[in-house]
């Protein structure tokens, strides 16, 4: 059912400190509305520190996605019903996570009706808003916390006798501030809040159904749906019939990541627990964002993909030979900064990839600025679409592309044609291809007469390189971050003074602004 909103009154505000770990999240996916265009986008003020006031008492933090655009003026103007706004993104695939993460419309007028004002479903995932263009202090704060309450399962305080009424409440009359101060919520409201599936455990082990639902999903991007044969095999270790493609490839995908997902033992859930709880002291003071984003964790067998630790949406995945070394450095060195500095920081290597993909626009900001990529699109190709391995921690894998020496440059990794099956990492090739831009596009060269696009000895771009002070992952921006924040995170558990790499501090000096 969608609840409507009444609107009244002000009061002064207040100061909230955002360094706080809390045990429960809930993540709200901001979907704003424009013209057709793409242009005119309404407004959608979402003042996070207000917006978590109510709920920190109760241990429950809100996590606000990056906001994504959706190019329909009818919807935005309200000259469309909301269910049947609704039915549209669900078959546009707008939403991320159904039933799991709240997703918030931002429109000019809902219903037809004008701003101020919001629907939310009761009990949801849903709401609308339409914030007005000179709100009264506090406005805006409360009407995301009203509506996205209303998904949570609360009702308004008139409709509920455990809820005094004639107290400032999130569900009842007031001065905006003072309905959204830190008891705003009570005691009862929160108890049926902390029980809605919207709520997620800040750190969780993945099992079964829970597991193979979180790392078979799509809803942040499509993955199985573009995988090559050649990945298939070379990721789960066996050979694919050659004539399998389109669905029928993609369901054997499906099948064979989904029987790689395995439960965790109890030690195993002991150890994870106790790594995820240190680091994310550790990063809480300058890092915030990415201390609170919820850290779920998927388990699958040590040779699928490699034994490579990866992402899913936003789960991250762990190979049992990762957790074996992890729970190895447990057993001989106990609750220790020699046990934190080994085997485990590749979790948070990992979360940080969560992260990039919930806020892919923070992060090109400094991809294209101290990284000095061009943000591009390469062209479609059919020797590299055939033999790519994609990165599942950076899909975009078509899009950044180095510039060097007046000459753009595209890097992939590659499996090795003459390999067949193709062995993960066996058969991973370094392919450094130079790019001819065409109009708004790059486009490999091609030699005359060749069966593959031109490639170049990886040292002509050896310069480039240098900047990064990292073995591996030169091929997405995303894994050079996550590696030298890495680097530095180790550091600073084993008490070592941070690193004079210049590009190390232009990174870390990006990450305490932006990740807070």
């Known amino acids: 059912m969608i609840r409507g909103l009444v609107f009244a009154g002000l009061l002064a505000a207040h100061t909230v400190s955002g360094h706080e770990l809390t045990g429960h999240t809930v993540l709200l996916q901001p ?30 933090d809100f996590q606000i996605l990056e906001p994504v655009e959706w190019s329909r003026r009818a919807f935005r103007d309200g000259e469309i019903d909301v269910d049947v706004i609704v039915k549209a993104a669900a078959e546009e695939g707008v939403f991320r996570q159904p039933r799991r993460i709240a997703n918030m419309f931002f429109a000019r007028k809902i219903n037809g009706r004008v701003a101020p ?6 009990p949801g995932w849903v709401t609308f808003i339409a914030q007005g263009g000179d709100p009264p202090l506090g406005q805006d704060a409360f009407v995301v916390v009203h509506e996205v309450t209303h998904n949570l399962g609360l009702s308004h305080t008139v409709d509920d006798a455990e809820v005094p009424s004639d107290i400032p409440n999130v569900m009842g009359d007031g001065d905006f501030l003072d309905r959204i101060r830190e008891d705003g919520i009570t005691r009862h409201q929160a108890a049926t809040i902390l029980k809605n599936p919207l709520v997620r455990e800040t750190v969780k082990c993945l099992e079964g159904k829970e597991a193979r639902r979180a790392y078979l999903g799509e809803s942040f991007e499509d ?89 899913r949406g ?15 450095d447990y057993r001989r060195d106990g609750k220790s900064s020699k046990t934190l500095a080994g085997a485990g920081t590749i979790i948070v290597h990992e979360q940080i990839h969560v992260l990039q993909r919930c806020f892919p626009r923070k992060f090109s900001g400094l991809y294209t600025g101290a990284y000095g990529l061009v943000d591009g699109k390469v062209g479609h190709d059919e020797w590299v679409a055939r033999n790519e391995i994609q990165n599942p921690d950076g899909l975009e894998g078509n899009r950044w592309i180095v510039d060097y020496e007046g000459n753009y440059y595209w890097l992939k990794t590659i ?19 130079p790019l001819r831009k065409t109009g708004e596009t790059y486009r490999v060269i091609w030699r005359k007469g060749g069966k593959k696009p031109q490639l170049v000895n990886p040292n002509l771009i050896r310069g480039w390189k240098k900047q990064f002070p990292i073995r591996a992952g030169h091929d997405h921006p995303n894994e050079i971050f996550a590696y030298l924040f890495q680097a530095e995170l180790t550091r600073k558990i084993m008490k070592e003074e941070p690193s004079g790499d210049p590009m190390t501090k232009k990174t870390m000096a990006w990450a305490r602004k932006e990740l807070r």
């Open 117 to 122: 004002n919001g629907l939310g479903q009761e």
């Open 314 to 328: 936003l789960s991250v995945v762990i190979a049992k030979g990762a957790l074996d070394r992890m729970v190895k």
């Open 31 to 60: 979907i704003v509305l424009t013209d057709d265009a793409g242009d005119g986008a309404a407004k959608a003020n979402l003042p996070e520190e207000l917006i978590d006031l109510p709920f920190r008492r109760w241990d429950l």
């Open 223 to 311: 993955y199985y749906t573009e995988l090559n044969r050649r990945e298939v095999e070379a990721m789960t270790g066996n050979a694919v019939g050659k004539d399998l493609k389109g669905e029928a490839l993609e369901k054997e995908a499906r099948e064979r990541f989904g029987n790689a997902v395995m439960d965790f033992t109890p030690e195993e859930r002991e150890v994870l627990f106790w790594m995820v709880g240190e680091y994310r002291k550790l990063l809480v003071e300058d890092f915030p964002l990415l201390a609170n984003q919820p850290w779920q964790v998927v388990k699958v067998k040590s040779d699928h993909c490699g034994g490579f630790c990866h992402t």
């Open 415 to 433: 499996l090795d044609e003459k390999d067949d099956p193709a062995m993960m990492p066996a058969s991973f090739q370094e392919a450094i291809m």
